[in-house]
């Protein structure tokens, strides 16, 4: 059995895919298993990964017979994945050779926690600097510092617990947030390294760059999923996390949210999903939580 589990989910990326994985072969921390999810992308993607697994036995391969979305294959690697930890890796991504073999001697520092993470640095930085100085998160005013960079990416989990948390099917553009809540707000202890190992890629035909009001309304459909857990499972009754909730969903409402939408577009939608309301939606948003076999 491998100490960590790689996911990997592979679609349209074959200008990056080979970097990506060599980042991920090339840790100084050997004990891996890479699962590579090609979610039936048309390109040459797959010719390259099957290239990669001839080198190094390592790299595991499922393949999907029709491109099923992120969400899907992030879960069909989770369900196949056999390591003691898991880290989710984007195919156009790299990391830092170091990555693993920091984050494994942080959990093993702190006696296996559920979750770990690394310092992630988003466009103003802000994430780093509100951990600057803390080395574990476990309050709720602790939690809700890193809530509003809701990726996968810098999260390092303990397998049992990942698997517990699925990712959405459909929601494209936006899984991470309710995966994030869901994760972060559960674990116990997050023990903090305070180094940055990811080097994310902006890619120009990336659906995060989409102008349509596409990634408005599956945002949307992310906070009502984010908010009925909450409701559901007692933490909306938790002001640090409810106040936390409603200033990233007024945020995104009235900024991120308007380039990709007129103002008019974006109230409407705010009509038929009533994510800021502490009534609850009477749509279930949760029926996909129960198994992994959804996908």
């Known amino acids: 059995m491998p100490k ?30 890479v699962i590579c999810v090609n979610d039936g992308s048309p390109d040459l993607s797959s010719v390259i990964i099957r290239k990669i697994t001839e080198i190094d036995s390592r790299v595991k391969i499922i393949t999907h ?31 830092q050779a170091d990555c693993y073999q920091n984050m494994w001697d ?15 640095k988003t466009m103003y930085d802000m994430f780093s600097k509100s951990l600057k100085g803390m080395t574990v998160l476990e309050t709720p005013e602790d939690k809700a510092k890193i809530l509003g960079a809701p990726y996968c ?19 494209v553009g936006a899984e991470d947030v309710p995966w994030s809540w869901m994760t972060v707000l559960s674990a116990k202890s997050i023990p903090i390294c305070p180094k940055k190992f990811y080097y994310y890629r902006k890619v120009a035909t990336s ?67 009533p994510i800021l309301s502490d009534m609850e939606d009477p749509m279930d948003y949760l029926v996909y939580l129960p198994t992994v076999h959804l996908c």
């Open 207 to 273: 659906l995060v760059h989409d102008k349509s009001m596409v990634k408005n309304r599956n945002l949307c459909m992310s906070f009502s999923i984010t908010k009925q857990w909450l409701t559901r499972n007692g933490y909306w009754d938790e002001p640090v996390y409810r106040n936390k909730f409603k200033q990233i969903v007024t945020g995104a409402r009235t900024g991120f949210m308007l380039k990709h939408g007129t103002k008019e577009e974006v109230e409407n939608l705010f009509k038929e999903y």
């Open 153 to 171: 990416v810098y999260k390092f989990s303990r397998i049992d617990f990942a698997k517990k948390f699925l990712f959405q099917p459909g929601n």
């Open 65 to 95: 017979p029709k491109n099923m979305g992120l969400s899907c294959a992030r879960n069909t690697g989770l369900e196949a994945a056999t390591g003691e930890y898991v880290h989710f890796m984007d195919s156009d991504d790299t990391l």
């Open 4 to 33: 960590i589990s790689v996911i990997v989910p592979v679609y349209k990326v074959q200008a990056y895919v080979a970097e990506c994985l060599k980042s991920v072969l090339s840790q100084t921390f050997r004990d891996l298993e």
């Open 106 to 120: 942080l959990v093993s520092e702190h006696n296996f926690p559920d979750m770990a993470i690394y310092h992630w």
